[in-house]
Each structure stands twice: as C-alpha cells, then as structure tokens.
C-alpha cells in the first residue's frame, strides 16, 4: 500500500516535472513530402525491458505461425515493418490499430519493392544484414558454422519462403532469387490489392544453413533479428540479449543504432490477477500480447492505484455469430430473417452497459481503424438496397425489435422458432447475453456449449447445423472478411457463404490500381456484405495495452504489423531514472 502510494505521488509530480527529460528536436518528412519538426525526449540507451504474454512457448521453429512461434519474434526478421516515422512517435501519420495494406508499410528484410505487372512483385533485398555472430550466441551449432555472422542474401529469402510453404502446403505464390540481391514473386493471378505482399510479409527470414538442424532447439535461433536468446525456464520466462551486430537505426533518430535496451524478458503469465499484481508493482513494463490485454474492467482500479500508466486499445473482440446459409430449405438461408435478427440485438446498449463503453458499435466487415476502409455510421444507407432486402444498412445497428417481428412473418415465422447454437465455454457469456435479447421477438437459442478443441472442428469442418459463435474480429487487415470468410473454398466461411457476386467483386477490385477508386468499390462491397448479414456481428469490445510511465518511445501501437507485437522492443527506451524513483529498482 506504502510502495502504491509512492507510485501515485512520483508519477503525478512526473507528470508536472518530468525529471528534466533533454529534448532534442527531430525533422521528419510527411506523405506529402512537407517536412515537419518535433520536440521529443533524447532516447537513452540500457536496462531491462519486460513485457507479458499469456502463451506458452509452443514452437521454436521458424516456419511455424506467429501465435505458437511467438518467441521468434525477436532474433528473426520479416520482409516489411510498420512506418515507424509516421506513426504516433513521428508524424503521427499511421495509428497502427489496423495497417490497411504493404504501401503504408517500410521495408525491413526487404528494401524496396515494386509490382511492373498484376501478376508479379520484384523485391530488392537490403544489404548489411548479418545473422547473429557465433560469440553471441548462447550454445553454437556447427551445423550452423557457416551461418553465423553471414550476410543475408536473396538466396536465403527465398528458402525461407519455401520453408514457410512447406508448412502450409500449396501456395499460389512463389519465390525465386534472380541474382544475390533481387526476388521474383509470381502470385498465381493478376492482383493489384497488395493482399499478397501483406500475406508474404509474415515469414520469418532465415539462413539455408538451417536445413537439417533440430529447430525446436532456442539454442539454435539465429537471425538477423535485434535480440538473441540467452536463457529459457519453460513456461515462464524467456530471457534475451542485444544483438551487437544489429543495423537497423531508429527511423526518427537516424544516427541511433538500434535496439536501445540490453535485456528483453518475456514472462509468462497463467492468469490476469498474477499479471496485472506484476504491472501494478512494476515488475512488467508493457502488457500487449494476445490473446489477452488488460480487461477493460480492471482499467479503472489500476489508474487509482497507478496514475501514470499508460493504456490504449489493444484489441477488439467481435463477438459474431455464424449461420448455415447453405441449408436452402433453413430459416438462415432467408435474408429477413438474419436481418430480424440484427434488429433485435441493441447495439447501442450492449456497448454502453453491457462493454462500459469499451468498444465500437460496429466492426464487421472493417473496423474504424481502417478508414478509410470504413463506412462510418452517419454515412450508412438508410433505405434498403437489395432486391428482397426488408431493412437499411443502419437499421442494422439500432434496435427495432417489432421490426424485426414484422420480418420474421414476413419470412414465414409469425411465431419465431428454436435454433441450437454451438459455443465453446469462453464464448458462453455473450452467447446468453445476445440470445436474451433474441427471445423477445421469439427467436429461441437452445446454447450448446462444447469443449474448445470440439468447438474449432466443428467450426472449420462446417459441423454446426445452425448457429455457432465466433469472435472473429478484424483488428487486422480490412481485405481479411472479404477474402476469407466469403470464399467458399476456404473453411473459415463459417455461414457457408456462396455469393458469386462478392467473389466476381472481390476479384475486379484487385484489377483496380487507383486508390481513390479501390476505396469506393471497396466499400461498396463492404455495404452489400453488411446488408447481406451474413455474420450475425455482435458489438466488438475492447481490451487495454497498459505500459509504464518510464517506457519511452511509445504511444500505445498494439505491435508494428509483421515484426508482431513482441518486435516493437527494439524501438522502446527506458527511463531507468523514473523506474528508479518510483519502484527503487532500475531493472
């Protein structure tokens, strides 16, 4: 209670003081070309940087998807990042709640790129990229030999992607190294939406030297990335050093080498009491990895306790609702009767008492992070569009519940009926909340819940017969619902959607090299997509990234894209001082 107190009177007078913090003043170029000027704090280098995850490792080899090879984001790196220089520490250009496509992206691995036809990118591999030298590393291989301290080389690019592919089978893209600096990417089809270099972005760029070599080894990782490991207590903490070798500068202080801390540790938490104690005592510097940020109901007690952390969203969680479309004979297969049920479902209330205000009111097809990938609320359709369609756009997101009885006799079901709805026990909560709202207009759920494991394989394998919930969001890409979930060869289509006329749009947009003219299409078909209610979407709730007062450098950015959530240690720096005075401990 003492320590608290203290924390409170340091991190309020900080706020006034700021411990004498240097500025320096920074010039950084906008989209426009216009240069601008910042006054900033001067980043020192050092300490301990310490950050929280929910998951345990489950993979240490590099082909594998972030979410089970999450601690592989920091020795390896990408083929793009995020433009940190225009984002919220530089021209505060980019949010980074939701990069909308490759073009608003800095090349990492990959120094340029460009697209001479629809059906084909030309990368132009960075130069000066060397894997961890072999002094550096905690156990060296000798497999591994001629790797260490070696240069990256398009060669290597291109058996990283063969490696990745290998994982995940038949993949239209393909890679190939026309000389030691330069990638030939065929796509399989013509596309001017940039979704494939967005796809491309995510593997993990490693040496050849590694075919052969036990992977699932740490003490085999090596890359080109900012931090090696050095230590590893299984499901606990994994511990890193800098990479001496790094190249990489910080894209606002230019002459800085990066990364500016000497330690990372990731820390493993089993539940959210434990990890918010370690924030609240300043034991954890950053909280920011899915799946879980601070809940939103904790928020308030923390800001008592501890004035001067920081927050911001950190995800939005969609809570949806999947329907079989494709049982033609079915109720779901009848649009009034989807659209019935988006009436009877109070949006508006459900984010404001059910979430506290902690969310958006609608985030399905796009978020309003993608703006302008978005269609924001003033400006939906307030008449019906659709042949047979019995309800506008907005009045999708109000609440008209005799409305949605007169649709439901409309299709056939004065009385309404009973449906099952499938739901692991993680979703069985909002499940209750939105079928309470549904029996009223007498749409009755009968909630099946069923174990995490059988949930997902009925969900994929399309086992449901009628409803199952989801929480697919979108924090995302915005092209991901339009892509994934209307394709019917694809089985995260959990409705079982098969509408020619998104497929047939989807793939004129990727013809349409105008941005200005991409945007209005786009959002055409996010209209039709929302009217057609295919997803029943729910209102998405937001949980919190929460970081320290001494954690310098950052504004919130839940990751930096496809150097993921953990890559952004590289760029943060450590007020040891203010750590100092506040918790008496610099690391």
Do not use: C
């Not at 006054?39 to 929280?52: I, L, Q």
């Not at 591994?144 to 992607?161: C, F, N």
Request: net charge negative; charged share 25%; no cysteine.
């Amino acid at each position: 209670m003492i320590k608290n107190v203290l924390y409170l009177l340091i991190a309020l007078s900080f706020s006034i003081t700021a411990f004498a913090a240097e500025m320096v003043t920074v010039k950084l170029k906008k989209l426009d070309g216009s240069i601008m000027t910042k006054e900033v704090e001067k980043p020192r280098y050092g300490g301990v940087y310490t950050e929280s995850t929910r998951r345990e490792i489950s993979s240490w080899k590099p082909e594998d998807p972030g979410h089970i090879s999450w601690a592989l984001q920091l020795p390896y790196q990408r083929l793009f990042q995020a433009d940190w220089a225009r984002g919220p520490s530089g021209t505060g250009e980019y949010g980074f709640k939701g990069i909308i496509d490759v073009s608003e992206a800095a090349g990492l691995v990959v120094e340029s790129w460009e697209q001479p036809g629809l059906d084909h990118y030309i990368l132009k591999i960075r130069k000066g990229l060397y894997f961890h030298n072999k002094d550096d590393v905690k156990k060296p291989n000798e497999k591994l030999a001629s790797a260490y301290g070696r240069e990256l080389d398009a060669y290597d690019v291109e058996y990283s992607w063969e490696k990745s592919t290998n994982r995940k089978g038949n993949q239209p893209y393909k890679f190939k190294a026309l000389d030691k600096w330069t990638i030939k990417v065929s796509i399989g089809s013509k596309d001017a939406s940039l979704m494939p270099l967005h796809l491309l972005g995510a593997s993990k760029m490693v040496p050849r030297e590694i075919e052969g070599v036990n992977m699932s080894d740490w003490q085999n990782a090596v890359g080109t990335g900012p931090f090696i490991p050095t230590d590893l207590v299984e499901g606990s903490v994994v511990t890193y050093k800098k990479n001496p070798n790094f190249s990489e500068r910080d894209p606002i202080h230019p002459e800085n080498q990066l990364p500016y801390v000497d330690t990372v540790r990731l820390v493993t938490f089993q539940d959210d009491a434990a990890m918010i104690a370690a924030l609240q005592s300043g034991k954890i510097d950053r909280i920011a990895s899915p799946p879980i940020f601070v809940p939103a109901n904790m928020r308030k007690d923390i800001e008592k306790s501890n004035p001067g952390i920081g927050f911001s969203f950190g995800t939005m969680t969609q809570n949806a609702f999947a329907v079989r479309t494709d049982f033609k004979d079915g109720p779901w297969s009848k649009l009034l009767v989807r659209q019935a049920l988006m009436m009877a479902t109070p949006h508006e209330e459900i984010l404001n008492e059910y979430h506290e205000g902690n969310g958006v009111l609608y985030g399905w097809p796009t978020y309003p992070q993608h703006a302008p990938l978005f269609v924001p609320f003033e400006e939906l359709p307030t008449e019906p569009r659709l042949r047979g369609s019995g309800a506008s756009v907005r009045e999708l997101f109000e609440y008209h519940p005799e409305k949605a009885k007169k649709l439901l006799a409309e299709a056939g079901y004065p009385d309404g009926f009973t449906f099952e709805l499938i739901t692991p026990p993680e979703f069985r909560d909002f499940s209750e909340l939105y079928a309470g709202y549904w029996e009223k207009v007498g749409m009755k759920a009968n909630i099946k819940v069923v174990e995490s494991a059988v949930y997902s394989s009925m969900a994929v394998e399309g086992k449901h017969q009628s409803m199952i919930s989801s929480d697919w969001g979108n924090a995302g890409h915005p092209f991901f619902p339009h892509v994934y979930f209307y394709d019917p060869k694809i089985p995260y289509n959990y409705s079982r959607v098969e509408d020619e006329h998104i497929i047939y749009e989807w793939d004129q947009l990727k013809t349409i090299t105008n941005r200005e003219e991409f945007v209005k299409k786009f959002n055409e078909l996010s209209l039709y997509i929302m009217e057609q209610t295919y997803m029943l979407a729910g209102v998405p709730k937001g949980d919190f990234i929460a970081w320290q007062p001494w954690v310098k450098n950052y504004h919130g950015a839940p990751d930096i894209r496809w150097d993921r959530w953990h890559g952004i240690s590289k760029l943060i720096w450590l007020d040891q001082d203010l750590k100092e005075k506040i918790t008496g401990n610099r690391d």
